[in-house]
């Protein structure tokens, strides 16, 4: 059985997932090559679908990625402002080139091109390296066979589309049911990857921490994800120097993270107050933990509002840390049957905290006092958490459980919650997507429903040019 076969195994066999299933498995067969396609390379670059801990270049010397980059699709180098530490040098801020080969790096020009001079590290599929730049090879160190990471990217690589899909006709032919129960199936799959990617976690750490590597990525947004996740990697060294406080957590995470301000004169009296009790912890447990602290330049900062700053994040998370009990509040909370109009909410009650007088009235160390409370966690980034990470986790949690009884109930209970959670906030891939499927600005119900749509662009429009050639999403559509 291949293993487009055994993914397929393990979700209900609906016309959707039947679908997908013969669509990854022509795309599997495209990259088994022995070096796959660039756009690949350069999703598990992205994603780090990596074996982080064991990273090493080709003359031997330990990789630490604290940033991949973000990702240029203009001319130059593939990522860009990516932050990497080889070997006992300092973090370096630059670029990294992803290529197929060693050898294009002058076939391509690099090597006489000025925008790549800022390229602090290459990275190639396999084989020497031909400069004297520092070289990663990716085929030793993916954390999944070439033919998973294949399906993987078809399901998480997402390209924008600028004019309505061919799609669009044969799917205002159907009725309303049958686009909601396509969109539905597809949700499922959806929710099914995300708990792939979890379980594949906590193989190799544990449960808990899958659930924390999950939270900490899904409050760092799209532009401090990968910080995020480097401080989720640092939490076994973190607890080795003991049990905390919230404040003590603060003092740990916004250390770690080189977040923590000690220009005292510039801030308000009462963050002066407030970093100085942070300040009193972190001298304490710095030299224990230096070499675990990141540079403030992995971090963005540019268009965040106030309420998304990093910092409010990580003292959420520090109150979670210090109660170290959230697994079983989250436990409790699925087990009790909540009217749908109450999910949010409830689970809002299950991750509030009690912020410190501090952060109960300022957004971040710079900012004046608020008049009115401001909560470390809204609902938006609540439904957010539970559509991304903590319905995933559970499911995840559920399909390898041994009891085949409390298995299916288990995983009844949390497709449906994820099914009909109260719809996330808009953003632009969802536009985009409701455009180029249906022309209009169809309503959205549930989150699931966002989910299922966000799923059926990533399988079938990134996979085709603009103009729709050669995707078989119109055809499959017309023969419902």
């Not at 530490?85 to 020009?109: K, N, Y």
């Not at 049958?178 to 949700?187: G, N, Y």
């Not at 001298?283 to 971090?299: M, Q, S």
């Amino acid at each position: 059985m291949s293993f487009v076969q055994r993914q397929a195994s393990k979700m209900p066999d609906t016309i959707y997932s039947q679908w997908r299933a013969q669509s990854v498995a022509a795309q599997v067969c495209e990259t088994a090559g022995d070096t796959p396609p660039e756009r690949l390379m350069q999703s598990i670059w992205q994603h780090q679908r990596l074996r982080r801990e064991a990273l090493r270049t080709t003359d031997g010397r330990v990789v630490r990625v604290l940033h991949p980059g973000f990702w240029n699709y203009e001319a130059g180098p593939d990522f860009q402002r990516a932050v990497i530490q080889v070997g006992d040098d300092f973090p370096t801020s630059g670029d990294v080139e992803v290529d197929p080969i060693a050898a294009d790096w002058r076939a391509h020009g690099h090597h006489t091109n000025p925008a790549f001079t800022g390229v602090i590290l290459h990275v190639i599929w396999n084989g020497p390296a031909k400069t004297v730049l520092p070289t990663l090879r990716l085929q030793p160190h993916t954390d999944a066979p070439l033919a998973a990471l294949a399906d993987w990217q078809a399901a998480e690589s997402w390209l924008p589309i600028q004019f309505a899909g061919k799609c669009r006709a044969p799917l205002a032919e159907l009725s309303v049911e049958k686009q909601d129960t396509l969109i539905a199936e597809a949700a499922a799959v959806r929710l099914q990857n995300k708990a792939d990617a979890l379980a594949r976690h906590a193989r190799r750490h544990g449960w808990e921490s899958a659930m924390w590597h999950g939270l900490f990525r899904g409050l760092g947004y799209k532009h401090n994800t990968w910080p995020m996740q480097n401080l989720a990697e640092r939490l076994p060294a973190l607890r080795d120097l003991g049990t905390a406080d919230a404040l003590g957590w603060q003092a740990r995470l916004l250390g770690v993270a080189g977040l923590l301000a000690d220009d005292l004169p510039a801030q308000t009296p009462a963050a002066r107050k407030h970093l100085r009790a942070l300040w009193d912890i972190w001298w304490r447990e710095r030299d224990a933990l230096e070499e675990f602290i990141l540079p403030k330049t992995v971090w963005r900062f540019a268009g965040l509002r106030p309420a998304n700053h990093p910092i409010r994040r990580l003292a959420l998370l520090a109150h979670w840390l210090a109660r170290d009990d959230l697994p079983a509040r989250l436990e409790q909370w699925l087990q009790i049957d909540y009217p749908k109009t109450k999910l949010a909410a409830t689970l809002n009650e299950t991750l509030a905290v009690q912020p410190e007088l501090f952060w109960k009235h300022h957004w971040t160390f710079r900012s004046p006092r608020q008049p009115k409370p401001c909560a470390l966690l809204g609902p938006t980034r609540v439904t957010d958490l539970a559509i991304n990470v903590i319905l995933p986790w559970f499911h995840a949690r559920a399909t390898a459980g041994k009891n085949p009884n409390m298995q299916t109930q288990m995983l009844n209970r949390i497709t449906t919650r994820y099914v009909e959670w109260p719809p996330a906030q808009d953003n632009a891939i969802l536009k985009l997507a409701r455009q180029r499927l249906f022309g209009i600005p169809r309503r959205l119900a549930t989150a699931g429903a966002q989910q299922g749509l966000i799923q059926i662009t990533r399988d079938y429009c990134d996979h085709a040019p603009a103009t729709c050639e050669d995707c078989h999403f119109p055809d499959l559509v017309r023969s419902l």
